[in-house]
């Protein structure tokens, strides 16, 4: 089977990391992960003001340890690729890709 790699990128200001890939017959496919915090706010209002600041929220890393299926590599967004592929095969694909746009595992 061979995979195609469509999007691999990430957002500091909503705090995720993704990557988006197709299989042979063209189903597409998402892995998504939480980025780890970098400034934590108390309230909705100081984050979005933040955001509009352009101030980032999430720094280009995620949790080593926790890429597993609940934090770090966010279970329900991967449920379809985790079924189909298995979820070690899912998280070493996530792991190789997203290294690409320079996020860090820490």
Do not use: H, P
Not at 36 to 60: G, I, P, W
Not at 73 to 80: C, M, R, T, W
Request: hydrophobic share 40%.
């Amino acid at each position: 089977m061979k995979l195609g790699i469509i999007e691999r990128e990430y957002s500091l200001s909503d705090g995720f990391a993704w990557v988006i890939f197709s299989n042979d017959n063209g189903t597409e496919y998402i892995l998504q992960a939480c980025l780890k915090e970098l400034v934590k706010c108390a309230d909705e209002e100081t984050r979005y003001k933040m955001v509009q600041s352009n101030t980032n929220l999430f720094k280009k890393a995620i949790t080593a340890n926790d890429d597993g299926m609940d934090w770090g590599l966010s279970g329900d967004a991967n449920e379809k690729a985790f079924k189909k592929f298995g979820v070690y095969f899912c998280v070493k694909l996530f792991r190789q890709e997203i290294k690409k746009v320079g996020i860090r595992f820490e």
